[in-house]
C-alpha cells in the first residue's frame, strides 16, 4: 500500500511537472494571430502646416501657394489673382497626414497622427497643423486632425551653407491629434463563424491551436483550414456572448512551432539562429594564410670630412642595401622584409550529426571565427547539404 502511494505522488509530480513544461513554450492565441475582420485601418489626408520660423516651403514654387489661397478663400478672405501672386511667405509647409484607425473606435475618440513634409521645408518644428479631414480606402472622412507638430529634432544652418540636425525634422507626430468622426460597423451577435489567422502560417500550431480550442470550449467547433486559418463554427447549443467567446478564445495557451532558420544580414554582419536548426556531421576547417609587408626607411650619412662629389655623379652601391654617398652627400635608402606565415593553431573540428544550436555556435566559437566568417561556413555547409535549416540572406 505504502509502495502504491508512493507511486502515485510520484505519477502526479510527473504529471504536473509534463503540463508546467508543456506551456513553458506556449503563447497565447492573441499573440500570434488575429480574428478575421477585426483589425485597423489606413486613414490619410492633405493640410498645411503653419507657424514655421521661415524653415517652411518656398511658395513661390509648387502647390504650397495654391493651397494656402484656396484655405484664406474659405475663411471668407477673398483672393483675387494679383494677390494670389503676392503671396509670399516661407512659415507655412504642405504635409500628408497619416492615422490608423483601430477597430470598434467610437466617434469622439483620439487616434495619434503623422505628419509628414511632402515639399522643401526644411523642419517642421514649432508648426501647427491646421484642421485636415482624413479619409479611408472608401474616401470617406473618419477622422479630423489638428494640433501641435512634436519633431523631436532640430536643424540649423548657417550664411556659408553648412548645416547641421538632428533626428528627421521635417517628419512630426501629433498624439492625440485626430477626433474619430465615423465609426465602422462591426455586427458580432448575428454571426455564426469566425475565423483565427495565424501572423505565421504553420500546420503545427494550426492544430494544436484547433484542439485547444475544441478542449476548452463547449457550443463551438474549431476546424483547420489551412495552415494559416481555423474556422470556428457556433454551434446552436452555443449560449452566450460573442465578445466573451473572443474574450477566453483569445487568451488559451497553444504551443508554438517554428520552422528551422538560419537569417544573415550581410551588411552589418547579424547572424539569427532558431533553436530547430540542425546540421549533420562535417568536418569544418577554417585557416588564415598572413602575409606581411614591411618597409623600413635607413638614412645613409657619410663621414662630414668625404670630399664633395663632382658634378652629375651619383651615389654608389656598395650590395646588401648600403649606399656610399661620397663628399658628404646623405641618402634615404629603402629596405623591404616580405614574410609569409601560415597560422599553426588547430582549425579543424568535426562538428557531430544532430547536435542543437548552441552546440554549433560552441564548436564554431572554437575554431576562433569572426561573424563575417560563420557567414561563409553557414553557406559553405548549406551547399554541402549539411545544414538541416532555411538560409535567408538578407
Do not use: C, W
Not at 126 to 132: C, E, F, K, S, Y
Not at 315 to 333: E, F, H, R, S, Y
Not at 359 to 367: C, E, F, G, T
Amino acid at each position: 500500500m505504502k509502495t502504491a502511494r508512493i507511486f502515485t505522488y510520484v505519477a502526479i509530480s510527473f504529471a504536473i511537472g509534463f503540463i508546467i513544461a508543456s506551456h513553458a513554450y506556449a503563447a497565447r492565441i492573441k499573440d500570434i494571430s488575429n480574428i478575421g475582420g477585426i483589425r485597423d485601418n489606413q486613414l490619410i489626408g492633405y493640410g498645411l502646416v503653419v507657424g514655421l520660423a521661415g524653415t517652411g516651403d518656398d511658395i513661390e514654387n509648387g502647390f504650397t501657394k495654391e493651397t494656402l489661397a484656396n484655405m484664406l478663400s474659405r475663411q471668407g478672405l477673398g483672393m483675387k489673382e494679383e494677390s494670389r501672386n503676392d503671396l509670399s511667405s516661407d512659415n507655412v509647409a504642405s504635409v500628408m497626414i497619416s492615422a490608423e484607425l483601430p477597430p470598434f473606435s467610437k466617434v469622439g475618440s483620439r487616434i495619434d497622427v503623422v505628419v509628414s513634409s511632402i515639399g522643401d521645408a526644411n523642419s517642421l518644428r514649432g508648426g501647427t497643423l491646421l484642421m485636415t479631414p482624413l479619409r479611408g480606402a472608401d474616401g470617406k472622412v473618419y477622422a479630423v486632425a489638428q494640433g501641435s507638430v512634436s519633431t523631436g529634432g532640430f536643424s540649423a544652418g548657417g550664411g556659408s551653407g553648412s548645416s547641421i540636425s538632428k533626428n528627421h525634422p521635417t517628419v512630426g507626430r501629433i498624439t492625440n491629434g485626430a477626433f474619430v468622426e465615423r465609426e465602422l460597423e462591426y455586427n458580432f451577435e448575428n454571426r455564426k463563424s469566425l475565423s483565427i489567422n495565424l501572423y505565421r502560417p504553420d500546420f503545427t500550431t494550426a492544430t494544436g491551436m484547433a484542439t485547444a480550442i475544441n478542449g476548452v470550449m463547449a457550443g463551438v467547433e474549431a476546424k483547420l483550414v489551412d495552415s494559416s486559418t481555423i474556422a470556428v463554427n457556433i454551434k446552436e447549443s452555443f449560449k452566450g456572448s460573442i465578445v466573451k467567446l473572443l474574450s477566453i478564445i483569445e487568451n488559451i495557451n497553444v504551443l508554438v512551432d517554428s520552422p528551422a532558420v538560419v537569417v544573415i544580414d550581410e551588411k552589418t554582419g547579424t547572424i539569427v539562429m532558431g533553436e530547430n536548426v540542425r546540421i549533420s556531421t562535417v568536418a569544418v576547417a577554417h585557416g588564415n594564410l598572413f602575409i606581411q609587408i614591411k618597409d623600413e626607411k635607413k638614412v645613409s650619412q657619410p663621414s662630414s670630412f668625404a670630399p664633395a662629389p663632382p658634378a652629375g655623379s651619383t651615389p654608389l652601391d656598395a650590395g646588401g642595401g648600403t649606399v656610399i654617398a661620397p663628399g658628404g652627400q646623405t641618402v634615404v635608402t629603402t629596405e623591404t622584409t616580405l614574410g609569409v606565415k601560415e597560422d599553426d593553431k588547430n582549425r579543424l573540428v568535426v562538428v557531430p550529426k544532430g547536435v542543437t544550436i548552441q552546440d554549433v555556435v560552441k564548436a564554431l566559437n572554437a575554431i576562433g571565427v569572426t561573424p563575417g566568417d560563420l557567414i561563409t561556413i553557414l553557406q559553405t555547409i548549406k551547399s554541402a547539404g549539411a545544414l538541416q535549416a532555411d538560409l535567408k540572406i538578407i
